[in-house]
């Protein structure tokens, strides 16, 4: 691999065709769960986004090539090249996505419905169904978590509340910290607003 390096036109190559899509696609991979990418695939993923990347910032490109930079604004346009662009991208991408309209003609790259649940992480009353009829009501906030894919779904809820009869919250369980519910137990689940 030093040997590789040696080279500055190979590193200068690397950077440029490697890193940047390779930071595109470890981003998007923490914001749109799904199976992990096979790596040797990733690589010519990776060279392909870096190659977008060095399209769309190519008036910047020619701009540190021209020579007429100060040293501050030619590594600050590096850093926004190989970094800062790269880590935006899947930021843009997944908002791009969410708008309606578009949301309504492209196919939503989120596996589960349970990822698109609780990607948003808003708070809920939720009330889970068990496979053995019990009924589990409680708050989903800012301290309770939910897996993602490619893990199976568990759930903590931050607090426990007692459910009446007809399945209304009536008060939260004394000294509640919380509960652990396994996939495997979950029948289904239901959402109320949080006010």
Same mark, same amino acid.
């Given at each position: 691999?030093?040997?590789?390096?040696e080279n500055?036109?190979?590193?200068a190559?690397?950077?440029?065709?490697f890193?940047p899509g390779?930071l595109?696609?470890?981003v998007?991979?923490?914001?749109?769960?799904?199976?992990?990418?096979?790596s040797s695939?990733?690589a !010519?993923?990776?060279?392909a986004y870096?190659?977008l990347?060095?399209?769309v910032?190519?008036?910047?490109?020619?701009?540190?090539?021209s *020579?007429?930079?100060?040293? !501050?604004?030619?590594?600050?346009?590096? !850093?926004?090249?190989l970094?800062?662009?790269?880590?935006?991208?899947?930021?843009?991408?997944?908002? !791009?996505?969410q708008i309606?309209?578009?949301a309504?003609r492209?196919?939503n790259?989120?596996?589960?419905?349970w990822d698109c649940v609780?990607?948003?992480r808003e708070?809920?009353?939720?009330?889970?169904?068990?496979?053995?009829q019990?009924r589990?009501?409680?708050?989903?906030s800012?301290?309770?978590?939910?897996s993602?894919?490619p893990a199976?779904?568990e759930?903590?809820?931050e607090?426990?509340?007692?459910?009446?009869e007809n *399945?209304?919250?009536?008060?939260?369980?004394?000294?509640?910290?919380?509960i652990l519910?396994?996939?495997?137990e979950?029948?289904?689940l239901e959402?109320?607003e949080?006010?």
């Amino acid at each position: 691999m030093e040997k590789f390096f040696e080279n500055e036109q190979v590193l200068a190559l690397f950077l440029v065709f490697f890193v940047p899509g390779f930071l595109s696609l470890k981003v998007y991979d923490l914001l749109v769960p799904g199976e992990r990418r096979d790596s040797s695939r990733a690589a !010519f993923d990776a060279v392909a986004y870096s190659a977008l990347n060095f399209g769309v910032l190519l008036p910047l490109i020619a701009l540190m090539r021209s *020579g007429s930079l100060p040293a !501050f604004w030619w590594y600050a346009f590096a !850093f926004m090249i190989l970094v800062a662009c790269p880590i935006a991208w899947p930021f843009a991408l997944v908002r !791009f996505l969410q708008i309606a309209e578009v949301a309504k003609r492209v196919v939503n790259p989120t596996p589960r419905a349970w990822d698109c649940v609780f990607g948003g992480r808003e708070p809920d009353w939720i009330i889970v169904h068990l496979k053995d009829q019990r009924r589990i009501g409680g708050l989903y906030s800012s301290k309770s978590f939910s897996s993602s894919s490619p893990a199976g779904p568990e759930m903590f809820l931050e607090q426990v509340w007692r459910l009446d009869e007809n *399945g209304a919250f009536v008060e939260p369980i004394d000294s509640t910290k919380g509960i652990l519910i396994l996939g495997e137990e979950m029948l289904a689940l239901e959402f109320f607003e949080y006010d």
